[in-house]
T-cell receptor, first 113, second 116 residues
C-alpha cells in the first residue's frame, strides 16, 4: 500500500523569503509520479508541480521547485520569493500503476507581510 | 468549458437518509475518482474508475457505492448516511491512468455534506 506523510501541519514564511515543505512517501512500485497541489481558502485544488520518478532532474515551475530523493523516498517543495498569494494548504501526492493517487495530510502555509 | 462539475455544493442529511453526489466531466477523461477531505486527514480516496464499467475501492470505501455507466458521469451514493460521513467531497478526473502518463488530476469545486 502507498502512504504519503507530511510531517509539518503548519509552516510560516516572511514575504519574499524561501520556504521548504516536506513530504515522504512509501511505495513498492518502480514507476510512479509525484505531485504537489495547492488548496487556497476557495477550496479549489490547483496543481503546483509534477515529478516523474524515473527522471533524476528535479522539476521546477517558476518560483516552485522540488528536491526529489528517490532512494530516501522524499519529495520536498521549495517556494522561493514567497508571495501573499502563496498562502494555502499544500498537499503532496503519489500515483500508482493501479490508478490511485494518494495524498498526504497537508501543510498549511502562512505568508507574513 | 465546464471541466468537472459536482452537485450539490451543500447538503444536510439526517442519519439514515440516502443521497447521491453527482459528478460529471466533459473532457472525455477515462479516469474518475472521489475523495473526502477532513481536517488533519488530507484527501482520502473513496472509490475510483479507470473507465466506463470499471470501478475499484480506494482507502475509505465503506458506506459508499459508485457506478460508471458512461465516461462522463461518476455518481457517489450514500445508502444510509452516518455522522462520520460529514465531510467535504471532491470528484476528480484525469485523461489517463495516472502512473502511466502522469496525468494531472482535475478537481471539481467540492461538496460539503453534513450528516446530523
Amino acid at each position: 500500500a502507498q502512504t504519503v506523510t507530511q510531517s509539518q501541519p503548519e509552516m510560516s514564511v516572511q514575504e519574499a523569503e524561501t520556504v521548504t515543505l516536506s513530504c515522504t512517501y512509501d511505495t513498492s512500485e518502480s514507476d510512479y509520479y509525484l505531485f504537489w497541489y495547492k488548496q487556497p481558502p476557495s477550496r479549489q485544488m490547483i496543481l503546483v508541480i509534477r515529478q516523474e520518478a524515473y527522471k533524476q532532474q528535479n522539476a521546477t515551475e517558476n518560483r516552485f521547485s522540488v528536491n526529489f530523493q528517490k532512494a530516501a523516498k522524499s519529495f520536498s517543495l521549495k517556494i522561493s520569493d514567497s508571495q501573499l498569494g502563496d498562502a494555502a494548504m499544500y498537499f503532496c501526492a503519489v500515483s500508482s500503476n493501479t490508478g490511485k493517487l494518494i495524498f498526504g495530510q497537508g501543510t498549511t502555509l502562512q505568508v507574513k507581510p | 468549458n465546464a471541466g468537472v462539475t459536482q452537485t450539490p455544493k451543500f447538503q444536510v442529511l439526517k442519519t439514515g437518509q440516502s443521497m447521491t453526489l453527482q459528478c460529471a466531466q466533459d473532457m472525455n477523461h477515462e479516469y474518475m475518482s472521489w475523495y473526502r477531505q477532513d481536517p488533519g486527514m488530507g484527501l482520502r480516496l473513496i472509490h475510483y474508475s479507470v473507465g466506463a464499467g470499471i470501478t475499484d475501492q480506494g482507502e475509505v470505501p465503506n458506506g459508499y457505492n459508485v457506478s460508471r455507466s458512461t465516461t462522463e458521469d461518476f455518481p457517489l451514493r450514500l445508502l444510509s448516511a452516518a455522522p462520520s460521513q460529514t465531510s467535504v467531497y471532491f470528484c476528480a478526473s484525469s485523461y489517463s491512468g495516472l502512473a502511466g502518463e502522469g496525468g494531472e488530476l482535475f478537481f471539481g469545486e467540492g461538496s460539503r455534506l453534513t450528516v446530523l
